[in-house]
C-alpha cells in the first residue's frame, strides 16, 4: 500500500481498521502477556501501543494547531517544495515493510517498566477520538496547511501527510507487537 496518496477517507478508514486489530489481536491479552519482553533490547506489546498513543497526540495537537491556522507559519513551513518532500519521506520510512530501524525520539519513548493493561481501551479511545475530529477536516484544507513535526522543528509536511503517517506508523508498530506475540517464548494465556 502506498501510504504517500491516501485520501482523508482512507486515512479515516485506516485508523478504524487500526482500532479494531489493535482491539482484536491485542484485547485479550492480560497484563503479564501485553508487557512481555522477548529481551531486554526489544519492546512488549504494551510498550509498542503505549508509543503510538504518545506519538499520535503529539501528531494530532501539531495537526490541529496547523489546520486552525492560529499560530505564525515558520520558515520551514513556509518553504515551497520542502514540506511535500519531507512528507512523502517520512511516510514512506515509517510504514509497515521498511526495514530500517529507528529510535524513537526521547518524548515519544514508552515506559521502561510495566505499562498499564488498559493500554488497548486507550488505543481504541485515541483512535475514535482522531476519526471524530478528521470528520471537521477538509480535504483540500488538509493537503494545503502544513504543521511542524512535534519532534523535529524543521520537519514540516502537510496535515494531510501528517494523518498519512500517523496511519503508516501505527501499521508499523502493530506488525511489530504482533512479532512480539510470535514468540515462542510468549507467555501462554
Avoid at 478504524?16 to 506489546?45: E, H, I, K, Y
Avoid at 496547523?66 to 511516510?91: E, F, H, K, N, S
Avoid at 496511519?167 to 512479532?179: G, K, S, Y
Wanted: hydrophobic share 45%; charged share 20%; with cysteine.
Amino acid at each position: 500500500m502506498d501510504y504517500t496518496t491516501l485520501s482523508l477517507a482512507d486515512v479515516k478508514a485506516g485508523l478504524d481498521d487500526v482500532s479494531r486489530d489493535v482491539q482484536s489481536a491485542f484485547g485479550g491479552l492480560d497484563a503479564r502477556q501485553l508487557n512481555w519482553r522477548p529481551d531486554a533490547t526489544r519492546w512488549s506489546v504494551a510498550q509498542c501501543l503505549e508509543h503510538l498513543l504518545v506519538a499520535n497526540r503529539l501528531m494530532i495537537q501539531s495537526a490541529l494547531g496547523a489546520a486552525d491556522g492560529a499560530r505564525p507559519r515558520t520558515l520551514w513551513q513556509r518553504l515551497p517544495l520542502w514540506p511535500g518532500v519531507m512528507g512523502r519521506m517520512l511516510i514512506r520510512s515509517q510504514a509497515p515493510g521498511t526495514t530500517r530501524k529507528f529510535k524513537a525520539p526521547a518524548m515519544a519513548q514508552p515506559a521502561a517498566s510495566a505499562v498499564a493493561a488498559d493500554i488497548v481501551q486507550q488505543f481504541v479511545i485515541q483512535h475514535a477520538d482522531a476519526i471524530a475530529r478528521l470528520r471537521t477536516l477538509d480535504e483540500h484544507e488538509a493537503a494545503r496547511a502544513i504543521m511542524a513535526s512535534p519532534f523535529v522543528r524543521v520537519v514540516t509536511y502537510s496535515v494531510l501527510d501528517g494523518w498519512r503517517l500517523i496511519v503508516a506508523h501505527d501499521h508499523r508498530h502493530i506488525e511489530q507487537a504482533r512479532r512480539v506475540m510470535q514468540s515462542p517464548a510468549f507467555p501462554p494465556s
